[in-house]
């Protein structure tokens, strides 16, 4: 009898305990599986925020447009890089420009001005190089800097005279209209330099600025003087032509260069034409229009034919 009480109060406390242990597996699985749901759930809504975010990017005009110039001068160049904030009704000098402080002369990042060869700013000697753009605005006078420092966003965290390797101070000029976007300009190019203008509101600057064309040239000159083609003699003369200077090396020179020259060309002979006619050769000027003449008659440019005509009806009087 004790035996059969035994077996069953044995049976009893198995099932206890099988039940006490199935319960405990179904909590496990129930709490992994709330786990798991919720890194789930967590993940997605992550990723779902990140692509809502890259879809819902919003791209709008910058408020201050960058621009860059590039303008060639005699054998070099100058670039200017820089960005260009409107005055959208507000008043520019003396209020958002304060007067006689130092400015970045543009918006944003500073404003760059490259110059390929070394130059001279308002006569001032510049090396070649990019230089960041500063001014000091005044009522009547400027100051114009030339900074070595490029990395700047705005003003140097500290101003390192130093670091200035060009100064010029110029006269602002009044504008009778106004400019609503601020403007660089580089006018007035010749052979040897320009004018860098900064145009805003109704004030006007310009800074002069060159570079030694005239000493590369002649560089350029003597180094292919020692075996010269006749495209070296005929660049030569013309620029001697243009620039004004020793016209009787410029004869030399032409006459070498037709000479040379295995199939007569009628720019050859214009060029000759010009270049005797400022010697006081007309007679020579004459010939040479004629010979030029001939030949862009038989190569049918029309537009030297008239030039010469008018030359040698200029020269015959």
């Known amino acids: 009898m004790f035996n059969k009480i035994d077996q069953k109060l044995n049976r009893m406390i198995y099932l206890f305990y099988r039940f006490i242990n199935e319960s405990l597996l179904l909590v496990n699985y129930i709490r992994l599986k709330f786990y798991i749901m919720k890194n789930f759930i967590f993940s997605l809504t992550i990723a779902m925020a990140c692509s809502f975010g890259s879809i819902a990017q919003i791209e709008t005009p910058a408020a201050s447009p960058e621009q860059t110039l590039t303008q060639n001068v005699g054998l070099s160049s100058v670039t200017v890089q820089y960005s260009r904030p409107a005055m959208r009704g507000r008043t520019i000098f003396g209020d958002l420009v304060p007067m006689d402080k130092l400015w970045r ?3 944003n990042k500073n404003t760059l001005i490259t110059f390929e060869s070394d130059a001279t700013v308002g006569g001032s000697p510049l090396k070649a190089g990019t230089y960041a753009l500063y001014t000091v605005p005044s009522k009547d006078e400027w100051t114009v800097y030339f900074y070595t420092e490029t990395e700047n966003w705005g ?12 100064v010029y101070k110029v006269k602002a000029k009044s504008l009778n209209n106004e400019v609503e976007s601020f403007t660089i300009t580089i006018e007035t190019v010749t052979d040897s330099g320009a004018d860098l203008t900064l145009l805003w509101e109704n004030v006007s600057v310009t800074i002069p600025f060159g570079f030694d064309t005239e000493s590369a040239v002649m560089k350029t000159i003597e180094r292919t003087m020692s075996g010269p083609t006749d495209r070296d003699y005929y660049q030569a003369a013309v620029y001697f032509l243009n620039a004004g200077k020793d016209i009787n090396k410029a004869k030399t020179w032409i006459d070498k260069a037709i000479d040379m020259r295995n199939e007569p060309a009628y720019w050859y002979y214009r060029q000759k034409a010009l270049i005797y006619a400022k010697a006081g050769d007309k007679k020579g000027a004459i010939a040479a229009a004629e010979q030029s003449m001939d030949l ?8 030297y034919i008239a030039m010469n005509k008018k030359s040698i009806a200029e020269w015959a009087k």
């Open 105 to 107: 002369t543009g918006a």
């Open 155 to 166: 003003l140097p965290g500290s101003w390192d005279e130093g670091k200035i390797a060009a």
């Open 296 to 303: 862009a008659q038989k190569a049918g440019n029309q537009d």
